[in-house]
């Protein structure tokens, strides 16, 4: 899973012209969670690894939302963590309810998640990624 991002991190996907890597899904483990079309790989991007720990960022765009994706840290070829990063989330009704989430990390793994709306502040949530793989709140 090796990447050809550095740190820090702070691009957005476009979902039009990414070319995913695959992965077999019986490879690692707890990977069928993240499998939108019913098949055996996993679709993935990856970042850069915090020493034994991969991770990366795949796509949940089954169901009504085709911009969604989840960043999962794997360590032992189990997946340990996994959070909402990226995507777009709204309301049947109109882009006022429109829901816009993206998210940076930087050198030391620290992860800030930032969603905005109209008409709603602005939330950010920040993490960490541990030494063990997993995704803590600061």
Known sequence: MKS???LPYDKR???KTVKY????????KGASAFICDGGNKLRY???PNKGDVSLILVPMDCGDFDYRFYLLTIKNNTIISDLYVEGIWYEPGGPELEEVTSFKI???FSVKVKTTSLGSPQKVRNYIIRDDGKIIKK
């Open 45 to 47: 991007l990856p970042l």
């Open 106 to 108: 930087d050198k030391n």
């Open 13 to 15: 996907i476009d979902i």
């Open 4 to 6: 050809k991002e550095t």
């Open 21 to 28: 890597n695959l992965i077999e899904s019986k490879l690692l």
